[in-house]
């Protein structure tokens, strides 16, 4: 069936370091990633999607590549700023077109 | 242009007793879906409706728990003989194409 794994729950880094969230997932379709973000007491918002024509997606310094070899869809930064604090959900589009999400991963950014 | 709206935003009730949960979509969109969040859970899928017509309710506990979409400007979550562990935040999001969410503020149920 179709499922989304991201295997960090927590990730602490000091400012100015790289990021990298990971996602993995399966998928019985051709799939179709998200990354949303949900800062303290907002309400989760599209960060990034995955595109079907090998374009790497980019906002606010994020990218990710979809790698179907691996079925993953990493979330990576060159360069954690403070104001990158918060929840992470990596989602994927599945059967019936519904959209479900990973566990999330909270990331801290410290000075 | 406003975004999703869901009200209420707080809702305290008791337990065994009956929680009703709107969900204003933005306007145009053709797809709705509820989700609830918990810390232990996550964002967990619990329906969702494409043009007012019930898709996918696979994530909904069936005994208690109902949704409907009456009209395209709003669907309800109705939870019946809630439990503690209904405490949750409950979101509504819609999409125009069925890819990218917009969320609402979501509401925050809390059963004592």
């Known amino acids: 069936g179709d499922s989304v794994t991201q295997t960090e729950g927590l990730v602490t880094l000091t400012e100015g370091l790289p990021v990298m969230l990971n996602c993995t997932y399966q998928?019985?379709?051709?799939?179709?990633l998200f990354w949303y973000v949900q800062h303290l007491n907002e309400a989760p918002k599209l960060l990034l999607k995955?595109?079907?024509?090998?374009k790497r997606p980019e906002h606010q310094g994020f990218h990710a590549t979809l790698h179907k070899s691996s079925s993953s869809f990493h979330l990576q930064k060159s360069s954690a700023q403070l104001s990158d604090s918060a929840l992470y959900y990596c989602a994927l589009r599945g059967s019936n077109n519904r959209i479900f999400f990973g566990d999330g991963t909270q990331l801290v950014v410290k000075p | 242009n406003a975004g999703v709206i869901q009200t209420p935003r707080h809702k305290v009730t008791g337990k065994g007793q009956e929680a009703t949960l709107w969900c204003e979509p933005i306007s145009g969109h053709s797809a709705v879906f509820w989700y609830r969040q918990t810390i232990v859970q996550g964002l967990e899928f619990l329906t969702y409706?494409?043009?007012?017509?019930?898709?996918?309710d696979s994530g909904m506990p069936k005994e208690r728990f109902s949704a409907q979409m009456p009209n395209q400007s709003h669907s309800t979550l109705k939870i019946q003989s809630t439990q503690p562990q209904d405490s949750a935040v409950y979101l509504c999001?819609?999409?125009?194409?069925?890819?990218?969410?917009?969320f609402g503020e979501g509401s925050r149920l809390i059963v004592v």
């Open positions: 998928s019985t379709y051709s799939p179709f």
């Open positions: 995955s595109f079907t024509d090998n």
């Open positions: 409706f494409r043009n007012q017509a019930p898709i996918d």
């Open positions: 999001a819609s999409s125009l194409t069925g890819n990218t969410l917009y």
